[in-house]
């Protein structure tokens, strides 16, 4: 059956085509039903099955006889090594993992926070929280130690589990102190942490609190799976929202299952055996998914690589490790291939290496640019799959299915509805528009299984947030259009968050830290185009009446704090002062305005600005970072 007929054969029949997708899992007690919406417009998937993450992951390919395949390939080029875990392995470090947790009072439904780099042993540690049934919450290496704070005293953890440090090719990332300060911050403590001692530097532990990987499994009895109803939370995993304070998107385990599992062979054609590499990070839900989860559930051997597309060595390390490692299936951020391009632009070093295991060539995280696609296809001749999801979904919403049978491609467009979303664009009243008129991207409730049921600990928040707008919808905060065909095209978000290479980042949360700086009286911050990150970040920045020091030493604070108070993720390097910012007559900051001039966009003057002659002195100002050039 082609997309087509699958789609609609979801159309028909929601609940027993995911009933249908559940039978590929391992249930300790099948659902008796699919879809529960005794809570509408809360839903949840599988609520009355019983089921394991890690045993779906890790041990039934034990029992079925593959523990001689590789389950993980590490390679990583910042520290010079790599190395294969075999599911037996896998099996038998998780297990040890799980029992020295266990016996350090971790049980089922307890939080632990996950700060670690791209090592194996994060997705360790993800899935040995899954064999408990510990709802683990993994926080980015790039965010700074307040971020992390936020996350402890929201979720609460009973234990952490970090690494000394991890490697970025500039410089060693200090993880431990970075934790240290956390908690200290934090008002919650945790019971205990437990760090992974790298070779490149060894942390100090602190008595009575940390202990060491290795010696703290020391002797411990191996655990076994523990079952958990299909709606307990597999993890929650921030992300960025309107405000400062992150949203904990959480993730049912049986819908989570059900749906990865059917993604592995519907849009990335993989199954036992093929090698699957999503060159993220696992502080990301790209990673939680496609690097962790899916290719396990689906007995393929994931790839975890610790390094760059550029710089370590060159812009050949991508195409070097297909060929070696015999990558069927490769998903990146349209901005990694950007700065490969821009290092090596006729595309020189793929032909260096046999390239020819790699049947196609996803991406996602932002929008595609038609420039990168064209020339990724040129160079590596496999199709370019864009596809569009968030962290609230976990996987795509929108895809071209390799598994089903490709549709055909159309640059620019991330392809078309999976079956689960049911996807509409909606005026201002919440009308559907005709195709080719740009709107808000909403999808028709139930979502699938597998996406987010709620936020933690923010029920309201979480009606407010997606449910509230449009009555009956999910609102993704995208804004785009759809083509005659059904084709979706993403365009812009409709909400202050921006998208830096391919992080996503809140506008929001840096006016905070720009706001908390004692010179500065208001501020806003806005996403500008980049060639190479997609958005970059700019700062406007209106201080205090006296402020006797120099505008160039206030931005070089404001670049320092929001390094400290985010981190070095946020990538925020440039600010300018102005002497007011534009508004409207209600006293609403015209960003949208501001990136339109920074652009060098055609714009309208908004017919409620307060004061038209603020629009000169921000162009001025634009102008002299270079921005702004018509
Ligand atoms: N831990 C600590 N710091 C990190 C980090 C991590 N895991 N990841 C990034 N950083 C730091 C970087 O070192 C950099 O710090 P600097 O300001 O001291 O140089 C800063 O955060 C910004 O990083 P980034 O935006 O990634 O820029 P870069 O110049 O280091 O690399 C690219 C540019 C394009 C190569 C890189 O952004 C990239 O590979 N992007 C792909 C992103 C991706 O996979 N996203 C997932 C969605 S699918
Ligand atoms: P994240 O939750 O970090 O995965 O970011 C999700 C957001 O990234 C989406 O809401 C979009 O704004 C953007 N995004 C992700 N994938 C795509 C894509 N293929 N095309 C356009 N935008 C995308």
């Known amino acids: 059956m082609g997309y087509s007929d699958i789609y609609a054969k979801w159309q028909a029949d929601p609940e027993g085509f995911w009933m249908d997708a559940a039978g590929a899992i391992d249930w300790v007690q099948r659902p008796t039903r699919a879809l529960n919406d005794s809570r509408a417009p809360l839903y949840e998937w599988f609520t009355d099955g019983m089921v394991n993450t890690c045993w779906n992951a890790v041990d039934r390919h034990v029992l079925a006889g593959r ?3 590789p389950a ?3 390679d990583s080029p910042v520290t010079g090594t790599k190395h294969v875990i075999t599911y037996a392995e896998l099996l038998d470090r998780v297990s040890r993992l799980a029992g020295a947790l266990k016996a350090k009072g971790i049980t089922k439904g307890d939080r632990v926070i996950i700060y670690m780099p791209m090592v194996p042993e994060a997705l360790e540690a993800m899935l040995a929280c899954a064999r408990l049934g510990a709802i683990h919450s993994v926080v980015f290496g790039g965010f700074a130690a307040a971020e992390l704070s936020v996350r402890i005293d929201d979720c609460k953890p009973k234990a952490i589990i970090a690494a000394s440090c991890g490697i970025e090719p500039s410089r060693v990332v200090h993880y431990k102190p970075l934790l240290d300060g956390a908690i200290e911050m934090a008002t919650h403590k945790p019971d205990f942490c437990v760090i992974l001692q790298r070779e490149q530097e060894v942390a100090n532990l602190i008595d009575g609190r940390d202990l060491a990987w290795h010696s703290f499994q020391y002797g411990v009895e191996p655990a076994d799976c523990v079952p958990v109803e299909g709606n307990h939370p597999a993890y929650i995993l921030y992300t960025s929202g309107t405000t400062g304070a992150p949203k904990g998107v959480v993730r049912p385990t049986g819908g989570h299952l059900v749906a990865l599992n059917w993604t592995m062979r519907a849009i990335y054609n993989c199954g036992v055996g093929d090698v699957f590499w999503a060159a993220s990070d696992v502080g990301w839900v790209v990673g939680h998914s496609y690097i962790c989860y899916a290719p396990l559930i689906a007995g393929s051997t994931t790839l975890v690589f610790e390094g760059k597309p550029v710089g370590t060595p060159d812009a050949g390390t991508f195409w070097r490790v297909i060929e070696e490692h015999k990558v069927k299936s490769f998903f990146t951020a349209p901005t990694a291939l950007r700065a490969i391009k821009r290092d090596d632009p006729e595309g020189l070093l793929i032909k260096d ?10 991406l996602a995280g932002e929008r595609a640019d038609p420039d990168t696609v064209d020339w990724a296809g040129r160079h590596l001749n496999v199709p370019v799959i864009d596809h569009w999801w968030q962290t609230e979904t976990g996987f795509a919403i929108a895809a071209n299915p390799l598994g089903l049978g490709l549709m055909p491609i159309k640059v620019g467009s991330p392809s078309v509805p999976m079956p689960g979303f ?7 009243g919440g009308h559907e528009v005709s195709p080719g008129t740009l709107g808000a991207i909403a999808i028709k409730l ?5 996406t987010l049921p709620t936020l933690w600990n923010a029920e309201d928040r979480f009606k407010k947030s997606y449910l509230s707008h449009f009555p009956g919808y999910y609102e993704t905060g995208d804004a785009g259009y759809v083509d005659a065909d059904g084709y979706l095209y993403i365009m812009a978000r409709t909400d202050d968050v921006i998208n830096v290479a391919g992080h996503r980042l809140s506008t929001g949360a840096m006016e905070e830290v720009l706001a908390g700086h004692k010179d500065v009286a208001e501020c806003a911050v806005i996403g500008v185009a980049d060639a190479l990150k997609g958005q ?5 920045l209106c201080l205090n009446k006296g402020v006797d020091r120099t505008p160039a030493d206030v931005v070089a604070e404001c670049v320092r704090l929001m390094r400290e108070k985010i981190g070095p993720v946020a990538d925020f390097k440039r600010a300018v002062v102005v002497d007011r910012l534009p508004k409207t007559r209600s006293g609403k900051i015209l960003r949208a305005t501001m990136v339109n001039i920074a652009d060098g966009k055609p714009w309208k003057m908004p017919a409620t600005i307060d004061d038209p002659a603020i629009l000169d002195e ?3 100002a634009l102008q002299s970072l270079g921005l702004a050039k018509s």
Do not use: K, N
């Open 67 to 69: 523990g001689a395949q």
């Open 72 to 74: 993980i390939i590490h």
């Open 353 to 362: 290496y046999d390239t020819s295991s790699m049947q196609a060539l996803f």
């Open 422 to 428: 049911d996807v509409r664009v909606l005026d201002e």
């Open 446 to 450: 139930p979502l699938p299984p597998g």
């Open 536 to 540: 970059s970040p700019l700062g406007l």
């Open 618 to 620: 921000i162009t001025i």
